[in-house]
């Protein structure tokens, strides 16, 4: 148990909706990273934040936008769904500590699929 | 430009020693990493490697990197069925940075 939590573990939902998945990073932890795992993409970065702040940005969608609460949980938005966003969502997190050797410690994930 | 490749499948029999191989373009990466997945987990880290360094062993888990030709290997010593998941390498730097990944190696272990 790498100690951060995702929810929901699955969501099944229809093209053209909006969903949310959640993310609690370690305790402690002020970095978040959010990456998208597809068959066609592979595993792939899409967005990390810190400390409540945007820090860096990949391949993320226009319709996907993420936020870092105070209490430093995430959430990953996904809105105006396609078939093709049918992945498993996967956040990560680190420390200070960590970050000397880039160690990401990685939630169970949340698997989507768009029907 | 950021591409990490790996054989996509990989078998082996208990016992025997499973070695999947990686190869990377990004040559001012700092680490280089193995990560596991088993089936509805997510990724756990097993091993990293300093991109000065050209061996790390680690009880069962032996990591070579030729930096010269950019390529990653992880050597599994005495493979259980346990190990049957799927590796991932991936390449990042020091910091709070993105880790970008390969696609994967499938290891299916056989009694």
């Known amino acids: 148990d790498s100690g951060v939590t995702q929810t929901p573990k699955h969501l099944i939902t229809a093209t053209g909706q909006r969903v949310t998945l959640r993310c609690s990073p370690r305790?402690?932890?002020?970095?978040v990273y959010w990456y998208q795992q597809s068959l066609d993409q592979g595993l792939q970065f899409l967005i990390q934040y810190y400390n409540g702040e945007e820090r860096a940005k990949g391949n993320i969608l226009e319709r996907f936008s993420a936020q870092q609460f105070p209490d430093l949980h995430s959430e990953l938005n996904l809105s105006s769904l396609e078939l093709g966003d049918s992945a498993l969502y996967f956040c990560?997190?680190?420390?200070?500590?960590?970050?000397?050797?880039?160690?990401?410690?990685f939630g169970p994930g949340t698997r989507l699929t768009v029907l | 430009g950021e591409d990490v490749e790996q054989s996509l499948f990989l078998s082996v029999r208990e016992g025997d020693s499973s070695v999947i191989n990686c190869t990377y373009t990004?040559?001012?990466?700092?680490?280089l990493y193995w990560y596991k997945q088993e089936p509805g987990a997510g990724l756990q880290l097993l091993t990293y490697?300093?991109?000065?360094?050209d061996m790390k062993q680690d009880q069962r888990l032996t990591v070579l990197l030729n930096k010269k030709d950019k390529h990653l290997s992880l050597r599994i010593a005495d493979t259980q069925t346990g190990d049957s998941a799927i590796y991932f390498c991936?390449?990042?730097?020091?910091?709070?940075?993105?880790?970008?990944f390969g696609t994967g190696t499938r290891l299916l272990v056989s009694p």
């Open positions: 490697i300093f991109s000065n360094m």
């Open positions: 990004d040559s001012s990466s700092t680490y």
């Open positions: 991936a390449e990042g730097d020091t910091g709070f940075q993105k880790l970008v």
């Open positions: 305790s402690g932890d002020l970095s």
């Open positions: 990560a997190s680190n420390s200070r500590e960590d970050s000397r050797t880039n160690e990401q410690f």
